[in-house]
């Protein structure tokens, strides 16, 4: 594979790097953190466990990174769209468009891996399980802030809570096989409640 970098003791890493993070990212993606191994990571990239620890420190190092580069391709929030809408029901449309379509985009690895990721883990994984919550509410914060110009204040803040909480449940039912055309009643349905809701946005 590709060189790309050096490892701790100042060699050139033997694969690359950047695409063992993407490969990692899909396995994790796939099958969540408990349902890949080291073994499955090292037989994926096509390097031996020595190598993968020394390039990444451990599993859970490496998953950090591969939420990381999720959130950065897969799972980002265009903010700048949506708060360009013509109005606040627009807006969420266009949210909620979005998150339906990075969540059914491959068949092999539906629903968000943010959403979906370590609801449920051994307690030895608290931490990761810890970040992975992190994440989710800072979506939500990002979301709450693309809405801002809509509506006041406490009313956008309740409205991303509950967006947050729609998509998430988007992503477990894109996750058990979920028609995109009814995950797009979901959506007119959400969309149809915030117009009623906000008549003049």
Not at 27 to 39: A, D, K, M, N, T
Not at 104 to 121: D, F, K, W, Y
Not at 149 to 163: G, K, P, S, V
Request: glycine share 8%.
């Amino acid at each position: 594979m590709q060189q790309n970098g050096k490892s701790r003791g100042g060699r050139p890493w033997s694969f690359d790097r950047d695409g063992a993070i993407e490969t990692a990212m899909l396995l994790f993606w796939q099958h969540g953190y408990e349902g890949v191994s080291v073994g499955d990571l090292t037989k994926a990239i096509g390097v031996a466990p020595p190598s993968l620890y020394a390039a990444f420190g451990s599993k859970a190092d490496l998953y950090q990174l591969a939420m990381a580069r999720y959130e950065e391709t897969m799972g980002c929030l265009d903010e700048t769209a949506i708060a360009s809408a013509e109005s606040l029901p627009a807006a969420v449309r266009r949210l909620l468009e979005a998150a339906v379509g990075n969540v059914t985009q491959r068949p092999r690895e539906r629903g968000c891996m943010i959403s979906s990721g370590l609801v449920a883990c051994h307690p030895d994984h608290a931490a990761l399980a810890q970040d992975a919550a992190a994440r989710r509410e800072a979506l939500r914060v990002r979301i709450a802030q693309a809405l801002s110009c809509f509506a006041e204040h406490d009313q956008i803040q309740r409205l991303a809570r509950h967006l947050a909480a729609v998509m998430q449940g988007i992503s477990i039912q894109a996750r058990d096989g979920v028609a995109l055309s009814e995950l797009g009643v979901i959506v007119d349905e959400v969309v149809a409640g915030v117009a009623a809701r906000f008549p003049q946005t």
